[in-house]
């Protein structure tokens, strides 16, 4: 499986933009899709993930009410959109694919290439 994120962009503070991540192969039930950012110097952290079956969704505080996941099953798709931005959102942003839900990277065994979010201010 390869995924290959994309939608970054510039955004000013206040605006929105929505990330894709496209699947090349299979995402079963039991996987977990997440979403992560890392900002220069500073480690990767979780955003934001939902459950390929169900579609059960879970979220950073930072990011809770500003920011939604969803899938799209037919398209092999995961969308993260993100809402009302704020220069502290500015990183590049990765999808992820993990074998169960977890909010540390290295439960997650597949990566996409990453894009970058600058907002400013």
């Known amino acids: 499986v390869q995924l290959q994120a994309s939608g970054g962009g510039l955004v000013q503070a206040g605006g929105s933009l929505r990330l894709s991540c496209a699947a090349s192969?299979?995402?079963?039930?039991?996987?977990?899709m997440g979403w992560f950012r890392q900002a220069p110097g500073k480690e990767r952290d979780f955003v934001a993930a939902i459950r390929w079956g169900g579609g059960r969704t879970y979220y950073a505080d930072s990011v809770k009410g500003r920011f939604t996941t969803a899938r799209d099953s037919a398209e092999n798709t995961v969308y993260l959109q993100m809402n009302s931005l704020k220069p502290e959102d500015t990183a590049v942003y990765y999808c992820?694919?993990?074998?169960?839900?977890?909010?540390?990277?290295?439960?997650?065994?597949?990566w996409g290439e990453g894009t970058l979010v600058t907002v400013s201010s």
């Open positions: 992820a694919r993990g074998n169960g839900l977890s909010y540390a990277p290295a439960q997650y065994n597949i």
């Open positions: 192969g299979r995402i079963f039930s039991s996987h977990v």
